[in-house]
């Protein structure tokens, strides 16, 4: 018997090796990848070289729009240098993700920097029946990717006292609520900034084969809505039936990490936060109701259909919804004391995106290379063809699609920098192959998040080690992506489903956005 335990143990040290020198490769190989910033400038550099060689050899396509025959535009000459001399300026301004973005921000700033954020995640979960403390972790979770960072900051400690509260081990708290913040981060029950920031790059690289396609951030929003219900069953059934009954009962001291306790005035505040929040959406409900509602297109008179104002303006409203209920919960706790305090959290709101403009400052100047090149179109075509002739198409397309996307989640943790690199190439393409861009976009927003759990290049992952260690000395790299692996698993598993029974079906993954792309 000793002898068997001592192999099993000699066995598990195996496996905690490989699985160890696995992380480490991974995590050497991200670490030697530039910033994203530096990366794109790269990028835009071999463009330009690669446009002078590609031009040379001749090779063209036939636009499949408009019947032209493309060829490859060098870029290293006296012209081309003069267009990326005088063009520069413009590239930024025309850059579409930029203004949405920091738009939302605007509201959103004023909502974390007020504190309703946080006050709002710690009352979701301070009085929760204990059968319902991991859905309830979970959804909060999930949902909190509206609320920027602070789901991953604030949410694994209290999730541990949460956990530790009623019984159960503090570090499936912590796991859960990882899991739902950064593994259900393309789900949601409301249009937010990964929808936006999404959409910014998809429109434009739409574009290059039909020049006008146009769409709004909430293409996605049916599927989403339907994944945030899936991927809050699987995170119960992970942490329930995997993860705690591996982590075995919790022997340690009890460690208070975080208070769940608020004030009265910070529930008044959140009660009337909440209250303006719902005098917001029975406004906006209003105004798409009944005959010629305000909300309406002129022409269609659906307030759904893309030229609406409730689809044009969706980007103001949600800066709204942010916003106002920010400023309330402010007011109340005294947070906010005048406009003046409004106008400060905004301009610090914007100024901490400081690394995010430069990061689409220099995309904009790496995406206009590219389209000016014609690079792009000439990669769709001639991918679309490889593909067609290989017969690779339908739902064995789009699972290969995930499965790189969560490859390249492993080296470059940006969705953003990911998509803005992908969305030129592989949106496009997909036309061609008679996709449609909300399909394409879906899929890469579903391989993006569901390795988010276990990459440890996230900025995130350092942090959970450190919330990990309160409650287990030995925790480390290993212990949590042991732990975080079964979600990345099963979310994965169960996300690509969801998205080929919408395929199978045909059906909706919100308004505009389809299954088919019919030239």
């Avoid at 070289?49 to 006296?78: D, F, R, Y």
């Avoid at 008044?268 to 959406?281: D, H, P, T």
């Amino acid at each position: 018997m000793e002898k068997v335990e001592m192999g099993k143990i000699e066995m598990q040290k195996e496996k905690k090796n490989f699985f160890g020198k696995f992380l480490s490769a991974i995590e050497k190989a991200g670490n030697k990848l530039p910033d994203p910033v530096v990366l794109f400038m790269i990028l835009g550099g071999i463009v330009i070289v690669l446009s002078a060689i590609i031009s040379s050899t001749g090779v063209s396509v036939v636009h499949p729009s408009t019947q032209e025959t493309i060829t490859v535009v060098n870029l290293m000459s006296k012209e081309g240098f003069r267009k990326i001399l005088s063009e520069v300026v413009r590239n930024f301004q025309g850059f579409p993700a930029l203004g949405l973005v920091l738009v939302v921000m605007f509201g959103a700033g004023v909502a974390e920097k007020s504190g309703l954020m946080e006050m709002a995640m710690r009352n979701s979960v301070a009085k929760v029946p204990s059968k319902l403390v991991t859905a309830v972790i979970l959804l909060a979770g999930i949902l909190a990717n509206a609320a920027g960072d602070a789901g991953n900051i604030v949410l694994p400690p209290l999730a541990a006292v949460i956990f530790l509260a009623v019984g159960r081990h503090p570090l499936a708290g912590i796991f859960a609520a990882y899991a739902g913040v950064t593994g259900g981060f393309a789900a949601n029950f409301m249009i937010n900034m990964s929808d936006i920031i999404a959409a910014s790059f998809t429109i434009p690289a739409a574009q290059v084969i039909n020049p006008i396609y146009n769409n709004t951030p909430a293409m996605n929003y049916y599927f989403i809505i339907a994944s945030t219900l899936l991927i809050l069953a699987a995170g119960v059934f992970v942490t329930e039936k995997i993860v705690e009954p591996r982590l075995g009962k919790y022997e340690g001291e009890h460690q208070e990490t975080a208070s769940t306790t608020l004030s009265d005035v910070q529930k008044k505040g959140l009660k009337l936060a909440g209250i303006s929040a719902l005098v917001l959406i029975a406004i906006v409900l209003g105004l798409s109701l009944g005959n010629d509602p305000f909300m309406a297109d002129a022409e269609s008179g659906s307030v759904l259909a893309f030229k609406s104002p409730l689809m044009q303006g969706i980007v103001p409203l949600i800066t709204l919804l942010f916003f106002v209920p920010g400023v309330v919960y402010g007011k109340v706790t005294g947070v906010i004391k005048n406009h003046r305090d409004v106008v400060s959290m905004m301009s610090k709101s914007v100024g901490e995106m400081g690394g995010y403009i430069l990061l689409a400052f220099m995309a904009s100047q790496f995406l206009a290379f590219f389209n000016w090149s014609n690079m792009g179109i000439l990669t769709s075509v001639k991918g679309a063809e490889f593909l067609r002739n290989a017969g690779i198409t339908g739902g064995g397309l789009i699972i290969g699609f995930i499965l790189i996307t969560c490859l390249l989640n492993l080296l470059i943790g940006s969705a953003s920098a990911k998509w803005a690199i992908m969305a030129p190439i592989f949106i496009p393409m997909f036309m061609l192959l008679g996709y449609d861009p909300a399909l394409t976009q879906m899929a890469f927003r579903i391989g993006d998040s569901i390795t988010n759990t276990i990459t440890p290049l996230s900025p995130y992952f350092p942090i959970v080690i450190a919330f990990a260690k309160k409650y287990d000395k030995d925790a480390g790299m290993g212990t949590i992506m042991a732990n975080m692996t079964p979600y990345t698993i099963v979310f994965g598993i169960v996300w690509t489903i969801l998205l080929l029974v919408f395929m199978f079906l045909n059906l909706p993954l919100g308004p505009g956005g389809g299954i088919f792309y019919i030239q």
